[in-house]
Structures are given as C-alpha cells and as structure tokens.
Nanobody, 122 residues
C-alpha cells in the first residue's frame, strides 16, 4: 500500500522558515516525480514544485522560486520542502504527491499525502 505522509507544518511569522517532509513508502518511486502542491481555503489546489526521484531535477512555480527548495533523501525515502522568507499568502494546506510526468497539474498525480497545515502570520 502506497503511503505519502507529510509532516512539519505549523504556525510561523512572516519572514520565517519551515521545512516540510514527505515520507514515502509502499513502492519504489524510481522514475517518478515527487510534487508539492498547496491549497488555501476556498481556492484550487496549486502546484508549488517538484523533484525527479532519480535525477533530482527540480522545477518551481514562479510564486515560490527563490524562496522554496525541494530536496530528497533516497536512503530515507523522504522528500523535503524547505520554505524560507514565508509570506502570509503562503498560508495553505501543503500536500506531497507522486506521478510519472512531473507536470504542474494535480490531475496527473497518482498518489497523495493527507496534507499538513502551514500558517504564516503577519
């Protein structure tokens, strides 16, 4: 059974940092892309960025480029989302997901975690 489990969310002041983790289990993700998405209240789920599990290639949404960094630890089967210089508009539930295409559309992702709340205060 495939499981993606996010952790690390919380409340932080604007300008602060958080690191989210996504622990993957249940299958080999070689050849997959691990994506991060976020969903604010009343809004659609939006692409944040992704990393290729095999090569480590990353791609980010313009809104987070230069502030967020995605990395992975193959030995731990874990993907990370380092978020720096957080802004109130980054407040959302953050999800990790896996698919074979690495695109920015949530509909192509096969596996999803349960999400973790990130709240950025002013």
């Amino acid at each position: 059974q495939v499981q993606l489990v996010e952790s690390g969310g919380g409340l932080v002041q604007a300008g602060g940092s958080l690191r989210l983790s996504c622990a993957a289990s249940g299958r080999t993700f070689s050849g997959y892309y691990m994506g991060w998405f976020r969903q604010a209240p009343g809004k659609e789920r939006m692409f944040v960025g992704r990393i290729s599990w095999s090569g480590g290639r990353t791609y980010y949404a313009d809104s987070v480029k230069g502030r967020f960094t995605i990395s992975k630890d193959n030995a731990q089967n874990t993907v990370y989302l380092q978020m720096d210089n957080l802004k109130p508009e980054d407040t959302a539930v953050y999800y990790c997901a896996a698919d074979k295409f690495g695109g920015s559309f949530s509909s192509t992702y096969d596996y999803w975690g349960q999400g973790t709340q990130v709240t950025v205060s002013t």
